[in-house]
């Protein structure tokens, strides 16, 4: 599975919207950009995936760059409820029993 | 609706005495994990299962033992812990390992090792 590259840190102001980056610049053909987050203490939560399309949920919004090596998942209207570690996590087709997790991007929301 | 849990979520113990770690699924979920997360690393795998009376070693495996006789629990046990074995545990599930089907995780148990 491909290698990931995201940012230590972030911040963000409450109510704007919260840009996440992550590189995967080796990303191959059948491989697909997940996104979990895990609030502090808890377990990790599924927040989308994508191929090759921009892709929306309740949750939030990941977009893929046209060469795929590299997606952005964007929050629109962070709150204080979304200070996490956010992990971006290519996986193979197939391949999503053994998921290799990366230390993330912790983003702060700021009041 | 209680989903995936864990028991108990924290729990002290002695460097050499056996430890173990419960996880139950309510939703019959073919795929069960156990991960430890530790600062300065990410969730490392420890094993997971595909179906009952079926396990395999993930990235860290050694001193750790796993069963599943029944498709809802996924024990985990330290046969004789160590300090080293001090961190946050996760268990997980997944519906069926279909193409994207994504993991689902308890809330953890926080075990130290004295």
């Known amino acids: 599975d491909a290698k990931t590259t995201q940012p230590p840190s972030m911040d963000c102001a409450e109510g704007r919207a919260a840009n996440l980056p992550c590189n995967h610049s080796?990303?191959?053909?059948?491989?697909?950009v997940y996104w979990y987050r895990q609030i502090h203490s808890q377990g990790p939560q599924y927040i989308i995936h994508g191929l090759k399309n921009n892709e929306t949920n309740e949750m939030a919004s990941l977009i893929i760059t046209e060469d795929r090596k590299s997606s952005t998942l964007i929050l629109p209207h962070a709150t204080l409820r979304d200070t996490a570690v956010y992990y971006c996590i290519v996986i193979k087709a197939g391949n999503n029993r053994k998921l290799i997790w990366g230390l993330g991007t912790s983003l702060a929301v700021n009041p | 609706d209680a989903g995936i849990t864990q028991s108990p979520r924290y729990k002290i113990t002695e460097t050499g005495r056996q430890v173990t770690l419960m996880c139950h699924q309510t939703w019959s979920h073919s795929y069960m994990f156990w991960y430890r997360q530790d600062l300065g690393h990410g969730l490392r795998l420890i094993y997971y299962s595909a179906a009952a009376d079926i396990t395999d070693k993930g990235e860290v495996p050694d001193g750790y033992v796993v069963s599943r006789s029944k498709t809802e629990n996924f024990p985990l046990t330290l046969e004789s812990a160590t300090r080293s074995q001090t961190s946050v545990y996760f268990c997980?599930?997944?519906?069926?390992?279909?193409?994207?089907?994504?993991?689902?995780f308890g809330p953890g148990t926080r075990l130290t090792v004295l």
């Open positions: 080796t990303i191959s053909g059948n491989e697909y």
């Open positions: 997980a599930s997944m519906t069926s390992g279909g193409v994207t089907d994504t993991q689902y």
